[in-house]
């Protein structure tokens, strides 16, 4: 089945180094919960976070939220025909199961993701919804091992959502940024086939991924 990743995802818990600032000490009060388990989010923690390392990429878990509320509403997905990764940049790797269903609030998604961070996985009736593995994004795609990999991007070659999933086999791997600016890194290139630049502007993760799964549905549905 085609497989989809959110490669280099804003999604983290707060780092040992920003627990102690004041903003994220009072988040964590108001939430209950140590500064050690709650995401770090730029809406609470934004002077906290100046300065860090790869600042531009960090700290919107809102993003993946969408995102992922996107690609498991489609029929693509509902018919058991794509498979879900989301890769963080902290390279970290959650495996989405078949029939999750990803909480429309996003207090309900943040609680969710800190239990997973803590826990590692998300089961019911002995069932995996979710899993949460330490690996970095080469080991994902050789896990994956697709016949090709396909990043969606501001960079590459320009082409478009339609002519992109003309090309999409099932044994084909969307890549799709889950970060709010900036580029793949050339971690992440150097793993991809073909860099294709669907827009000339930055376009958000649940957007392309959006139109990208709609494309393709129809290149198999219609």
């Known amino acids: 089945m085609l497989s989809l990743i959110l490669a280099e995802s804003s999604l983290e818990l707060v780092p040992k180094e920003l627990q102690a600032h004041n903003s994220v000490v009072l988040h964590s009060k108001r939430i209950d919960k140590k500064p050690s388990e709650i995401l770090l989010d730029n809406s609470w923690h934004f002077a906290a976070m100046k300065g860090i390392e790869n600042e531009i990429k960090r700290g919107r878990p809102d993003l993946v939220h969408i995102s992922l509320l996107a690609a498991c509403s489609t029929p693509l997905y509902l018919d058991n025909k794509i498979r879900i990764y ?29 239990q997973l961070f803590k826990d590692n996985i998300v089961k019911t009736d002995d069932k995996t919804l979710l899993e949460l593995k330490e690996m970095k994004f080469d080991q994902l795609i050789d896990t994956i091992n697709p016949e090709q990999v396909i990043g ?50 930055p376009i958000e993760s649940h957007v392309v991924t959006s139109r990208i799964l709609y494309e393709y549905e129809k290149t198999i549905f219609m």
Request: with cysteine; charged share 25%; glycine share 8%.
């Open 86 to 114: 989301i890769h963080t940049i902290n390279d970290n790797v959650i495996f989405v199961g078949k029939e999750v269903h990803i909480p429309k609030s996003y207090h309900r998604f943040a609680g969710l993701i800190e």
């Open 152 to 201: 969606l991007s501001t960079e590459g070659t320009s082409s478009t959502y339609e002519n992109v999933a003309k090309k999409l086999s099932d044994k084909s791997c969307v890549i799709i940024g889950g970060f709010q600016k900036g580029h793949f890194s050339n971690s992440i290139k150097r793993r991809i086939d073909q860099l294709i630049k669907i827009d000339k502007m």
